[in-house]
């Protein structure tokens, strides 16, 4: 383990600086296209969805790419893409707008797919809980730490220094990466590389065995409620405070808390095993959308049950990594992760799209629906864990 330290320590750094940078893009997003395009819930929704699409396309390449390519530069790319669709927030017209974040949902599947496939081979099994806890703070406290700056920056400077301030930070985090991240780690998974033909066909054999399906399911199911809430909770907070800050508070408490669940939730996995902290995480998603359903116009009911939803679905996103690391070959890691990114991708299109529509009828009626498919979850929980003691039996 101590030898490993390295390499974990500079991807958590990593993790940690991308986390501010993706943070301020997916909050901020929907609001910079209400204020600069005038547009409604179900336009800002359309559009974070097209990306959603375009990091399905990703998810399949990019899981080929860490099986040939290697892992650190799949990262490296994804990093690079997030630099050009931070100047989203300096564009005006709506089909640049769109394209650049296209690029932001590219950049979301091929550094997670490889940072999280780096993760996996750097850290082995023994503590894996934990570290997937540690890896997934970069997001939740990368935001934590970034979204105060960034509802301040918005509140009292403009979209312009805001996307600045993004453009230079992306940038940084990229030359960062490509110089301090270790290169042994890379000549070390240079044996574990498959020709890219064999790669890609071997997405069908993965997404067949029984375990990857009900994975499958349990990354579809919570992330159909994280994709509608990250668009619909922003919009309908400034819709009943008027204020952006109110918006940055919110993600700041969510993602505090969400750091502190993930750590709970990786330790407790460590000791425990993975079986009942992902019932538990899995059956919060489905009470937190309950409670957001109910409370839709209450902003301290979307404030509440929305930091709940948001440390729930860091949780379960903490245990995947947790999953995939036991129940896989190195050979097949990324192709699989490949696969999930594909499903997380697919949810949190349909879910945008159909939470925006929703939206319209009924501030409740998506979360509603998000709660119904979390109680699905916890179904498909409890299949998973028999279908798995059966297979180690």
């Known amino acids: 383990m101590p030898g490993r330290l390295g390499p974990i320590a500079v991807l958590l750094l990593v993790q940690l600086l991308n986390g501010i940078v993706v943070s301020a893009q997916r ?14 819930a179900a336009f800002a929704s359309s559009l974070v969805s097209i990306a959603q699409v375009a990091g399905m396309v990703a998810a399949m390449v990019g899981g080929g790419l860490t ?3 290697g892992r650190k530069w799949t990262l490296v790319i994804g990093l690079g893409c997030f630099v050009v669709s931070s100047a989203a927030f300096l564009a005006h017209a709506p089909w640049l707008v769109g394209t650049l974040w296209v690029i932001s949902g590219l950049a979301t599947s091929l550094e997670s797919l490889g940072a999280q496939s780096y993760l996996i081979r750097a850290a082995g099994n023994r503590h894996i809980g934990t570290i997937s806890a540690f890896y997934h703070w970069g997001f939740t406290l990368g935001g934590a730490l970034g979204s105060p700056f960034a509802g301040h920056i918005l509140d009292t400077r403009g979209y312009t220094v805001f996307a600045t301030w993004l453009i230079g930070f992306a940038a940084f985090n990229l030359v960062l990466a490509v110089a301090l991240m ?15 033909h064999r790669a890609l066909a071997g997405y069908l054999h993965v997404v067949r065995q029984p375990l990857i399906v009900r994975l499958g399911l349990m990354r579809f199911l919570p992330t159909c409620y994280y994709g509608m809430s990250g668009v619909l909770i922003p ?19 969510s993602q505090v808390l969400a750091t502190l669940a993930q750590l709970v939730t990786g330790r407790f996995a460590d000791r425990v095993g993975p079986q009942t902290p992902t019932q538990i995480a899995m059956g919060a998603v489905a009470l937190a959308a309950l409670g957001q359903a109910v409370l839709a116009r209450q902003p301290w009911g979307l404030f509440a049950f929305g930091c709940l ?32 990114a594909l499903v997380w991708n ?17 501030a409740g009626l998506p979360f509603a629906v998000a709660s119904v498919l979390g109680l699905a979850g916890v179904l498909v929980v409890a299949s998973y864990f028999r279908h798995l003691d059966h297979a180690h039996g």
Do not use: C, N
Request: charge should be negative.
């Open 27 to 40: 909050y901020f997003f929907p609001i910079y296209i209400s204020d600069s395009l005038g547009a409604t």
């Open 67 to 69: 099986d040939t390519l």
């Open 182 to 196: 270790p290169s042994h780690q890379q000549r070390q998974a240079d044996q574990d590389r498959l020709p890219w």
């Open 235 to 253: 919009l309908l907070i400034y819709a009943e405070t008027g204020t952006k800050i109110s918006v940055a508070a919110f993600a700041t408490t």
């Open 309 to 340: 939803g948001v440390a729930a679905a860091w949780s379960l996103s903490t245990m995947m990594l947790v999953l995939v690391s036991g129940a896989t070959s190195h050979h097949e890691q990324g192709r699989v992760l490949g696969a999930l």
């Open 346 to 362: 697919m949810a949190m299109v349909l879910s945008i799209l159909v939470g925006g529509v929703l939206v319209e009828m009924s």
